[in-house]
């Protein structure tokens, strides 16, 4: 018996469909493939075969199969692909002969991908972009996902985790030479500043606007006093009735949260409870404690009130709102528009969109996931601690906890690397 499953499952989307993509990975796949095609067809080619029950010999489908020889596959094992007609009686038939055969099983969720992590394909924040990959429905959230899915930040940390291990390796010589000779004070300012260095790079990186803001949307919240349009406004940004609108104040009570794409950036727009001094309503007051809050949390706040009572905040942007009306509010420095005619509504929309793009993490550059900025705040830390440390076991203790989280960032804890790093540079005849 092998000692890792072989796994299968439909990797297309839910049948019926044009095709269904039939994936088997693991020792037994190509046994597989020889069962119901039977023989196995040259690697990475796509061959037209019969597929049959190996059981009862009959003809389940006539399909295109593929074989890769693993390692160098996506799960770092044997991997077959069959392309089978989409049908759902097909794929059942399938995927119930795969069943029967000694050795194989249904994967289970993200398993194809597990594997290849475990098997050193991609490593943990591949993994993730790869997750958020799937997950994107904007434009700037699949670009993100696609250069963290790409390995682009897996070879920045890669390049940090280099430039610790040399220092590391810096330091154990000095410690040795020390030993050795017994020269006295060492000096070690080249590696504190070396951590320094390291921990200025790191740190930038923190700077970056979070990939949260990326998955969920910007929060832009519509706020003033009743009747002032909010609601209406609302409903043109996201060109849909999400949000009541009457001319009774009041209306609106609770937030209403409608995420939207606007060229390709997410946003979540917020409508709230207009504020108002004299309600006696308990509902509509508990709404506007509602608003109170989503302002505080919001990217940008659109201020439909008058100037005077606008709210702190520091993306403020003033709304000269319902501008058909002879008798509007007039505001300066403010946005004009019209819901009801569609006035001024590209120019707020391309003003929203500018703002957003100088709020987001940059497109084809990684956004960083909150795990990923903890594990990084906690290498910059140990590294500054490193830099500061009198002692040099202290330090090399520092150095050493830096370089566990950035191995923990990338989900690789060996300290085999470390060897090889401190050997590599000690050929001196040592
Ligand atoms: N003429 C005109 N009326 C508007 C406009 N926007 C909203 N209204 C009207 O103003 C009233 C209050 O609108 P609503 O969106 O419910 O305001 P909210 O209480 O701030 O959410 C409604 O009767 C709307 O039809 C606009 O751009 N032009
Ligand atoms: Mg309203």
């Given at each position: 018996m092998d000692s890792v499953d072989t796994i299968f499952a439909l990797s297309s989307g839910a049948?019926?469909?044009?095709?269904?993509?039939?994936?088997?990975?693991?020792?037994?796949?190509?046994?597989?493939?020889?069962?119901l095609a039977g023989?196995?067809?040259?690697?990475?080619?796509?061959?037209?075969?019969?597929?049959?029950?190996?059981?009862?010999?009959?003809?389940?489908?006539?399909?295109?199969?593929?074989?890769?020889?693993?390692?160098?596959?996506?799960?770092?094992?044997d991997l077959a692909e069959l392309h089978l007609h989409g049908g759902r009686a097909v794929v059942r038939g399938i995927e119930n002969a795969l069943a029967h055969i000694q050795g194989l099983r249904r994967a289970e969720a993200g398993e194809f991908t597990r594997r290849a992590f475990a098997n050193g394909r991609i490593d943990l924040n591949e993994a993730e972009g790869l997750a958020d990959l799937l997950a994107a429905e904007?434009?700037?959230?699949?670009?993100?996902?696609?250069?963290?899915?790409?390995?682009?930040?897996?070879?920045?940390?890669?390049?940090?985790?280099?430039?610790?291990?040399?220092?590391?390796?810096?330091?154990?010589?000095?410690?040795?030479?020390?030993?050795?000779?017994?020269?006295?004070?060492?000096?070690?300012?080249?590696?504190?500043?070396?951590?320094?260095?390291?921990?200025?790079?790191?740190?930038?990186?923190?700077?970056?606007?979070?990939?949260?803001?990326?998955?969920d949307g910007l929060r832009v919240v519509l706020a003033g006093p009743p009747n002032s349009g909010?609601?209406?406004?609302?409903?043109?940004?996201?060109?849909?009735?999400?949000?009541?609108?009457?001319?009774i104040a009041g209306t609106t009570r609770d937030l209403i949260e409608v995420p939207v794409s606007l060229e390709g950036i997410p946003f979540l727009f917020t409508d709230t409870a207009g504020l108002r001094d004299e309600s006696g309503d308990v509902i509509e007051l508990i709404g506007m404690e509602r608003a109170e809050?989503?302002?505080?949390?919001?990217?940008?706040?659109?201020?439909?009130?008058?100037?005077?009572?606008?709210?702190?905040?520091?993306?403020?942007?003033?709304?000269?709102?319902?501008?058909?009306?002879a008798d509007h509010t007039r505001k300066s420095d403010a946005i004009i528009v019209s819901a009801r005619t569609g006035q001024g509504m590209p120019e707020l929309v391309a003003f929203l969109v500018k703002h957003a793009r100088d709020m987001l993490p940059p497109p084809d550059a990684f956004a960083l996931n909150q795990r990923q900025r903890h594990l990084l705040r906690?290498?910059?830390?140990?590294?500054?601690?490193?830099?500061?440390?009198?002692?040099?076991?202290?330090?090399?203790?520092?150095?050493?906890?830096a370089r566990l989280a950035l191995d923990a960032l990338t989900g690789r804890a060996s300290t085999e690397d470390m060897l090889d790093a401190l050997f590599g540079r000690f050929c001196i005849g040592k």
């Open positions: 049948p019926p469909s044009a095709i269904g993509v039939m994936r088997i990975s693991g020792p037994r796949a190509f046994d597989a493939v020889k069962a023989t196995l067809p040259p690697a990475r080619k796509a061959s037209l075969r019969k597929l049959h029950d190996p059981e009862n010999g009959s003809l389940l489908d006539e399909a295109l199969v593929l074989v890769f020889p693993g390692p160098a596959t996506a799960t770092g094992e904007t434009e700037w959230q699949r670009r993100s996902a696609a250069a963290m899915a790409g390995g682009a930040f897996s070879a920045q940390v890669e390049q940090w985790r280099e430039a610790l291990l040399r220092l590391a390796a810096m330091l154990e010589a000095e410690l040795d030479f020390s030993d050795e000779d017994d020269v006295g004070e060492q000096d070690y300012s080249n590696i504190s500043n070396g951590c320094i260095e390291l921990h200025d790079a790191i740190s930038g990186h923190l700077n970056y606007p979070a990939a949260e803001k990326l998955r909010k609601s209406t406004l609302l409903n043109a940004l996201v060109s849909r009735e999400a949000a009541i609108v009457s001319d809050r989503a302002m505080a949390e919001a990217d940008m706040l659109l201020w439909l009130g008058p100037q005077g009572d606008a709210p702190k905040h520091t993306a403020l942007v003033q709304i000269e709102a319902k501008a058909d009306l906690d290498t910059a830390l140990f590294l500054s601690h490193a830099s500061r440390a009198h002692d040099p076991l202290i330090m090399a203790e520092e150095l050493r906890q």
